[in-house]
Nanobody
Framework: QVHLVESGGGLVQAGGSLRLSCVAS????????MSWHRQAPGKQRELVAR???????YYVDSVKGRFTISRDNAKNTVYLQMNSLKPEDTAVYYC???????????WGQGTQVTVSS
């Protein structure tokens, strides 16, 4: 069973930066598709960024040029570097792991990001 632990959330002023980390255990991390999602109060959870096993990345338009997703397979960790943060980035951020080996997905517990204006 895959277990994900996120960290790095917090309170930051607009224009600031945060780096989220998600450590995975219980899987062959190097072949997993990893992604970050977020859910703001009263809104649906949305995909923010995705990184494939080969390193290809995808970003939702609202974060392009500000956020960077990366992975360190040696550490079973995926990161989300968030720069130029805006109040509208305030949300709970979730790490998601998809295993092509099992066809199953797993969620982390979430980490709160709050951006003050």
């Amino acid at each position: 069973q895959v277990h994900l632990v996120e960290s790095g959330g917090g309170l930051v002023q607009a224009g600031g930066s945060l780096r989220l980390s998600c450590v995975a255990s219980g899987s062959i991390f190097s072949i997993a598709t990893m992604s970050w999602h977020r859910q703001a109060p009263g809104k649906q959870r949305e995909l923010v960024a995705r990184i494939l096993s080969g390193g290809s990345t995808y970003y939702v338009d609202s974060v392009k040029g500000r956020f960077t997703i990366s992975r360190d397979n040696a550490k079973n960790t995926v990161y989300l570097q968030m720069n130029s943060l805006k109040p509208e980035d305030t949300a709970v951020y979730y790490c998601y792991h998809f295993s092509s080996e099992t066809g199953r997905g797993s969620w982390g517990q979430g980490t709160q990001v709050t951006v003050s204006s």
